[in-house]
């Protein structure tokens, strides 16, 4: 198994480009939240400490496993940044007038258009055409900086 180091160098090999860098930094957190979305929209029968359970939770904490066996501090913020999804899930679809569903393919489509335009400006394939695990590496890639920023080793 690759560590984290591995996985975010191999990354960071087809996102140089500062357009794509930047492009990332909005659209990687906004596919991320949009795919909670929409998972969140897939109720469960039962329910977890009075909150309506839903796909949502399981997969976070399954993709929060994975996060875990490669960095427990970064694995530690990804739960968190995961947790605030569910949260703006729960004031979407209390509050908004719009559904959470639709909210979220809207900004799914919207994000993967910006990241393919980000890597036509780049000239590189995105990393998932090689391996599907940087679906899940990108949101840590981004992750790693701002702990590096924050004065944070991992």
Same mark, same amino acid.
């Given at each position: 198994?690759?560590?984290?180091?591995?996985?975010?160098?191999? =990354?960071?090999?087809?996102?140089?480009?500062?357009?794509? &860098?930047?492009?990332? !930094?909005?659209? /990687?957190?906004?596919?991320?939240?949009? %795919?909670?979305?929409?998972? @969140?929209?897939?109720?469960?029968?039962?329910? %977890? *400490? *009075?909150?309506?359970?839903?796909?949502?939770? %399981? /997969?976070?904490?399954?993709?929060?496993? =994975? =996060?875990?066996?490669?960095?427990?501090?970064? #694995?530690? #913020?990804?739960?968190?940044?995961?947790?605030?999804?569910?949260?703006?899930? @729960?004031?979407?679809?209390?509050?908004?007038?719009?559904?959470? !569903?639709?909210?979220?393919? %809207?900004?799914?489509?919207?994000? !993967?258009?910006?990241?393919? @335009?980000?890597?036509? /400006?780049? #000239?590189?394939?995105?990393?998932?055409?090689?391996?599907?695990?940087?679906?899940?590496?990108?949101?840590?890639?981004?992750?790693?900086?701002? =702990? &590096?920023?924050?004065?944070?080793?991992?």
């Amino acid at each position: 198994m690759k560590t984290l180091q591995q996985w975010l160098n191999e =990354y960071g090999e087809s996102h140089t480009n500062e357009t794509n &860098k930047t492009i990332h !930094w909005i659209c /990687v957190p906004a596919i991320f939240f949009s %795919i909670t979305g929409l998972l @969140y929209c897939i109720k469960l029968a039962f329910f %977890i *400490a *009075a909150l309506q359970s839903n796909i949502a939770i %399981i /997969v976070l904490l399954l993709t929060t496993a =994975y =996060y875990l066996s490669l960095s427990i501090k970064i #694995g530690i #913020g990804m739960l968190l940044f995961g947790v605030a999804c569910l949260v703006i899930c @729960y004031f979407i679809e209390t509050f908004l007038p719009i559904p959470l !569903w639709l909210v979220c393919i %809207i900004i799914f489509v919207i994000a !993967w258009i910006g990241q393919f @335009y980000g890597h036509k /400006v780049e #000239g590189k394939k995105p990393s998932f055409f090689k391996d599907l695990q940087f679906l899940l590496i990108g949101p840590m890639w981004l992750m790693s900086f701002v =702990y &590096k920023k924050m004065g944070i080793s991992f």
